[in-house]
């Protein structure tokens, strides 16, 4: 099993920057692929940003490409969201979500542990 605390979320306005991070607990976090989504109200939560287990591979969806970066450090058990150039539209709960396996992948029901969500809002 695993754990996930996600922090990094706030107030920021058009235009500006945030760092998310996802802290997971146990010695077995690089066997985990990890995904970012978000939930804004009233929506359905929606995939934001996936790594594999590895690193190596990532993926976005198409309206955070080129502003949005996903990244890894196994060593510290840590996965990460840089968002530059956050838009009002950004405005969500983000949630770091992990499934055991190598495969990069894309829906909700595909990850079984997921942290406890971080807000992010964005001024106009």
């Known amino acids: 099993q695993v754990q996930l605390v996600e922090s990094g979320g706030g107030l920021v306005q058009a235009g500006g920057s945030l760092r998310l991070a996802c802290a997971a607990s146990g010695r077995t976090f690089s066997f985990y692929a990890m995904g970012w989504f978000r939930q804004a109200p009233g929506e359905e939560r929606e995939f934001v940003a996936g790594?594999?287990?590895?690193?190596?591979?990532?993926y976005y969806v198409d309206s955070v490409k080129g502003r949005f970066t996903i990244a890894r450090d196994n060593a510290k058990n840590t996965v990460y969201l840089q968002m530059n150039s956050l838009k009002p539209e950004d405005t969500a709960v983000y949630y770091c979500?992990?499934?055991?396996?190598?495969?990069?992948?894309?829906?909700?029901?595909?990850?079984?542990?997921w942290g406890q969500g971080t807000q992010v809002t964005v001024s106009s």
């Open positions: 790594i594999n287990r590895s690193g190596g591979s990532t």
């Open positions: 979500a992990a499934y055991f396996g190598a495969v990069l992948l894309t829906t909700t029901r595909a990850y079984n542990y």
